[in-house]
């Protein structure tokens, strides 16, 4: 009986050992869709990404363009537009339902950990504006 314990206590833990150090050490996969945990974006790179990739349609310094709304705007403030809906935008696009701007086309050549590094930028000048209108 208390083998059978014990066997089933070491069995689960060793589960969770190799579960949890295969998460830790996965590289991020071709076509994955978020960098891996240890990541840490920077602004900056984030800058250069969004003016090669994103500043035809959303804008100088995020006001927005003809071709598509300002990130500056309410709605993609973090509470009601998550990170996540970042990393689907340039994975998958968009289909036009907050405005008339027409869809977003998905947007190749970004791996994710550029994407994390544009919503770093886009958060910051976020925050920026926010204090700046609350100050
Ligand atoms: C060809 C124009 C175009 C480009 C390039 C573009 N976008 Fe967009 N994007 C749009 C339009 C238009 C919308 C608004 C769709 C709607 O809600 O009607 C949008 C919406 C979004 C949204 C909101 C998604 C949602 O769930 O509502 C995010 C986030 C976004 N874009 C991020 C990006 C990022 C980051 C880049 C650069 C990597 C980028 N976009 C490049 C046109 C573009």
Known sequence: MNKILLFTIVFILGFFILIESEW???KNVDGG????????????QGESSYQSACIKCHGDNLLGSEQGPSLLDEIYKPSHH?????YYAVKSGVRQHHWKFGDMP???GLSPERVSDIISYVRHKQFFLRTLLTS
């Open 24 to 26: 830790l050490g996965s």
């Open 33 to 44: 869709l978020f960098p891996n945990m240890d990541y840490k974006p920077s602004i900056s």
């Open 82 to 86: 998550a990170d996540l809906s970042f």
């Open 106 to 108: 998905k947007i190749d």
